[in-house]
């Protein structure tokens, strides 16, 4: 059972760059999806996560407006849009599963990918 985040790179502030989290061992669709995100020094942030139950979707103040999960059940795949990016909003990238609904705080995942590093930068 493992999760793989892919999509991250170096984009300019005002930039756009899609996430995309996948599963081998599991299929998403019976999961929430949350894409959490941990800038050096700092502590790892819940950014976004969509609901399996009602598809609810759920954002940190940071980031509404700018970011939007989604997801493809023909590809099993969730996907983070991240458009009008910010320096601040350099981290590595992290995607994780739990069973139905969204959770609050890290420790309430299962399922965890290994990471995508996103740079914004001039």
């Known amino acids: 059972v493992q999760l793989q985040a892919s999509g991250g790179g170096l984009v300019q502030p005002g930039g756009s760059l899609r996430l995309a989290c996948a599963a081998s061992?599991?299929?998403?669709?019976?999961?929430?999806i949350a894409w959490f995100r941990q800038a050096p020094g700092k502590e790892r942030e819940g950014v976004s996560c969509?609901?399996?139950?009602?598809?609810?979707?759920y954002y940190q103040e940071d980031v509404a407006g700018r970011f939007t999960v989604s997801r493809d059940v023909a590809k099993d795949t969730v996907y983070l849009q991240m458009n009008n990016l910010k320096p601040e909003d350099t981290a590595v990238y992290y995607c994780?599963?739990?069973?139905?609904?969204?959770?609050?705080?890290?420790?309430?995942?299962?399922?965890w990918g290994q990471g995508t590093q996103v740079t914004v930068s001039s």
């Open positions: 994780a599963a739990r069973v139905l609904v969204c959770a609050l705080w890290a420790y309430e995942y299962d399922y």
């Open positions: 061992g599991f299929t998403l669709e019976h999961y929430a």
């Open positions: 969509i609901s399996r139950s009602d598809g609810a979707t």
